[in-house]
């Protein structure tokens, strides 16, 4: 190829500037692969500098560091320079002429070899060069590679590279010129003495490091701990320090070391004596210990779980804490098994929770455990709380006396055996007398046990008990005993969980006693939650103890017709309420009145078929099938929530309280389709107070069926279950549309046009949960149930205009009055027939309560940033509507 300067002018004016930077890329290329390790030496020794890592050391240690970077960079110089060669003009030619289509520079340089003297291969070879020459124009710079990764395999360079942003992130370029006074020929000594000095505060303080140069006032502040750094440069000796701060005595004509670190322990003096010396007066300021107080009272719940309220606080922060308990021998009432000295046993230490963000300087928590299984509960122990702070002090709040609490067994055998348990983990050496004791209590079994498996097991016990008192017990046997009369004991507290009339016995037991003991609102908080679901236990057994006699008597039905009071789930649900409002203001004898007559109304009760079972009118039976159509839907739109936040957060899906029971049966409910559709038709019809119970038992047993079922599903995705479901429900609503009564009437169109809307919204969520958009699944769901609820008041208007043209005939086929009667929801029937209620659905502070906590945790989920776009964006969509 021709040289650039032969080109010819017009084709050197074009290609100039390209072939000037594509050569300035080239020279670029060739450095950056050559001097790669020049400059990253360069690098590491200026970082070095501005992060004054020769303040650090010895002056010989940084001559000594200098000498082996100079080296290095000497190195990295002759070997990046026998490496480099300067680029010539000819072959950036080359480059660009390759990067064009067609190597236009080279065919606009060539000569025509043969066939100049042929007039027609003439032409064609200048439109040829014509062509070529008109190329030219496209003709860009080459961009050069900068890649240095064959040459530097171990990427050495970026390591340089971190250094030094490092270094400029948290050093300094004024720290560089300090290097140049640590040599004989160094700046620093031709004017003279100085020296340098820094405070550093503890880092637990969170202060920053202060310069010493910087401060021109005679009085220092200083953190207790601080560690203080003094540098000299120039003559040895021409620059001393003393200090009586650091409590090391020094020499009375001071420390002429060029380098020097001390702590600060103690107020005093920092002088440096010399040309530009300075003086200060160092105020300590001491680290406060932590100190730690209980604060509130001690409350304890029915199953032993203790709650400690403790307040700590300190200047710098509390690390972390301890309560430790101990036994207060002096305080125990020493008869029966505790006459006997006790056994040598170690101190409860428990580690005290600590706020998991946020300021520790002052805090107030609370620590949570459950004591009730120590050898302690419920004899007098001492407990004192313990804080340290970062700088290993320690501050104890004042040691108080006080009864560990345990568990409360309301069960006469039951606490008879934890009391032994006691006296058994008190000394072994009462084994014998405890068997004996045992043995008398247990004399009559028939009247004490509800079960032969339980003194069958107490006999083990004892059996065991005496065996090993007779060889000698040992610390696992001890334990093994312990641990065998807990479980038992527990086993008669609780009790078959079946048999629900002496679970609702205890519970009202437990309520009476918790009463006349006053417990904190907790535990009767904890003791009427236990109540209510005790007494729907109890009505679901008694309500299918009652279909059962019908289906194998049903003349016996006659029978029950008779008159009488009654009464509700909602009506029970407003006792409770109203027994725990009374206990929450203080009436406990109201309450316990109250209570009482709750008991009896319990043993008296006879839940009632009402007439004409299986023999509803179609009105009636769809009301029916769209009731529990609606509570199928509410089912699945529950578990698509959950799903929704275990797909967020998984294992936390942030159930509140008392919700267990309702999702489980709710998940059931939603694969129950066609079963529930078939009971509520052949079982719900014409009943009263029975039909709202005996629904709510059902759904506790499909809950328990659609668990199963839903776990069995093998490598179906539960989306897709959850899809399959949805569209079984949508089949059955279709299904229910073409039996709906009213037709023609104004009501009965807008229940059709309702149920339309609620198909539609169901198809979409079925589509959504097969996309597997959960969000959008459970939005299309919430339009489903509203639109069932709209027409379910739309029929229920029709069929109360029915009932009212044809007054006596339909309304005498349920065998009560219109406004006797109540809709599947278990709401009474107004005065005129329609379906509704005529008291207020949310009555009681704590259904107040309960949507309050509700709304809070809604609105607490939505500010919390690290949560999914997602899910923030349902959330927000939940405030909007309330």
């Known amino acids: 190829m021709a040289s650039p300067d032969t080109l010819p002018p017009e084709i050197f004016k074009v290609l100039r500037r390209p072939l000037r930077l594509t050569r300035a890329g080239m020279v670029a290329e060739r450095a950056v692969r050559t001097f ?43 070997w990046g320079t026998r490496r480099f060669e300067m680029p010539t003009r000819e072959g950036a030619l080359a480059r660009l002429d390759a990067t064009m289509r067609g190597n236009p520079i080279q065919s606009a340089l060539d000569t025509q070899a043969i066939g100049g003297s042929d007039a027609a291969s003439l032409a064609v070879w200048r439109a040829h060069q014509a062509r070529m020459r008109a190329r030219l124009a496209e003709a860009k710079a080459v961009q050069p590679d900068l890649r240095v990764s064959r040459n530097d395999p171990f990427a050495l360079r970026y390591v340089a590279l971190l250094a030094l942003f490092v270094a400029l992130l948290f050093g300094s370029v004024l720290r560089v010129q300090s290097v140049s006074g640590m040599g004989p020929g160094g700046s620093a000594l031709a004017a003279g003495p100085t020296w340098e000095g820094w405070m550093e505060p503890p880092g637990y303080t969170r202060l920053p490091t202060v310069y010493l140069n910087d401060i021109t006032d005679a009085a220092l502040s200083v953190p207790q701990g601080a560690r203080i750094t003094l540098r000299m440069y120039g003559e040895v000796g021409a620059l001393s320090v003393r200090e009586t701060v650091s409590g090391t005595p020094l020499p009375e004509e001071g420390n002429p070391e060029t380098a020097q670190e001390f702590g600060v322990v103690q107020s005093g003096t920092l002088s440096i004596d010399g040309p530009g010396g300075r003086l200060w007066d160092v105020m300590m300021t001491p680290d406060a210990p932590p100190a730690v107080t209980r604060e509130g009272e001690i409350e304890t719940t029915y199953d032993g779980e203790t709650s400690i309220p403790f307040a700590a606080t300190d200047d710098h922060g509390v690390v972390a804490g301890t309560a430790r308990i101990t036994l207060a021998l002096g305080e125990v009432e020493r008869r029966y098994g505790l006459r006997i000295d006790p056994e040598p046993r170690a101190a409860i230490e428990v580690p005290l929770p600590m706020p998991i963000s946020g300021d520790r300087h002052e805090f107030t928590e609370t620590l949570i455990e459950n004591f009730s299984e120590h050898p302690w509960a419920n004899l007098p122990v001492t407990i004192s709380l313990s804080v340290l702070d970062a700088a290993d002090q ?105 048999d629900a009339r002496e679970r609702l016995q205890r519970a009202q037991e437990r309520l009476s006693e918790a009463m006349k003991n006053g417990a904190s609102e907790q535990e009767i908080a904890e003791l009427m939650q236990e109540l209510r679901e005790a007494t729907d236990d109890y009505m679901r057994q008694l309500s299918a103890e009652q279909q059962r006699e019908a289906e194998q008597n049903p003349e016996s039905q006659t029978s029950q017709n008779q008159p009488g009071m009654q009464m509700t789930q909602s009506d029970l649900q407003a006792m409770m309420d109203r027994i725990q409002q009374l206990m929450e203001e203080g009436r406990m004898a109201e309450a316990q009145q109250a209570l009482e007559e709750l008991q009896q109304m319990m043993e008296n009760m006879r839940v009632t078929q009402g007439q004409g079972q299986g023999q509803g009118s179609p009105g009636q039976q769809a009301m029916d099938g769209l009731a529990e159509t609606l509570r199928e839907q509410q089912g699945l739109s529950d578990q698509a929530f959950r799903d929704l ?19 489980g049966q709710q998940q059931g409910q939603g694969q129950q389709q066609g079963q529930g559709q078939q009971q509520g038709q052949g079982q719900q019809q014409g009943q009263g107070s029975q039909g709202q119970q005996q629904g709510q038992g059902s759904q506790g047993q499909q809950g328990q069926q659609g668990q199963g079922g839903q776990s069995g599903q093998g490598g179906q995705s539960l989306q897709q279950d959850l899809a399959q479901r949805q569209r079984a429900l949508r089949d059955e609503l279709n299904n229910q549309r073409g039996n709906l009564p009213g037709q023609g009437t104004a009501e009965g169109d807008a229940a059709r046009e309702a149920l339309d809307r609620a198909e539609g919204a169901m198809e979409g969520a079925e589509e959504a949960l097969r996309g597997n958009d959960l969000a959008e699944a459970i939005d299309r769901q919430s339009e489903a149930m509203e639109a069932l609820r709209e027409g379910m008041r739309n029929l229920g208007e029709a069929m109360a205009q029915e009932q009212q043209q044809n007054q ?39 259904v107040y309560r309960r949507a309050r906590e509700l709304l809070d945790e809604i609105r607490r989920r939505s500010g919390e940033g690290e949560r999914p776009d997602e899910e923030l964006q349902y959330l927000e969509r939940l405030l909007e509507r309330f």
């Open 36 to 78: 790669w390790p020049l400059w990253s030496v360069v690098f590491v020794a200026l970082a070095a500098l501005m992060l004054g890592l020769q303040d650090l050391v010895r002056v010989e240690v940084v001559w000594a560091a200098g000498a082996v970077l100079g080296l290095a960079a000497l190195a990295a110089l002759i």
């Open 394 to 498: 320690s501050g104890e709040s004042v040691p108080q006396v006080m009864t560990l609490p345990g568990r409360r067994f309301f069960d006469p055998m039951a606490a008879a055996i934890v009391e032994q348990r006691r006296a058994l983990l008190w000394n072994r050496d009462n084994a014998r007398d405890i068997a004996q004791i045992l043995r008398a209590v247990s004399y009559e079994p028939d009247d004490i046990f509800r079960s032969a498996v339980h003194y069958l097991r107490l006999k083990t016990i004892l059996r065991r008990m005496e065996n090993f008192a007779d060889r000698g017990m040992n610390d696992d046997q001890q334990a093994e005993l312990a641990t065998a009369m807990w479980d038992l004991a527990l086993l008669l507290e609780d009790g078959n969980l079946d």
């Open 645 to 663: 936040q275990e797909q967020f957060n998984p294992g936390q899906q942030g159930q509140q309280p008392g919700q267990g029971q309702q999702q």
């Open 808 to 846: 006596g005939q339909q309304g005498t086929a349920e065998g009560t009055e219109p406004g006797q009667q109540s809709d599947p929801l278990g709401r009474s029937a107004g005065s005129n027939g329609q379906l509704g209620s005529e008291e207020g659905m949310l009555q009681g502070e704590d």
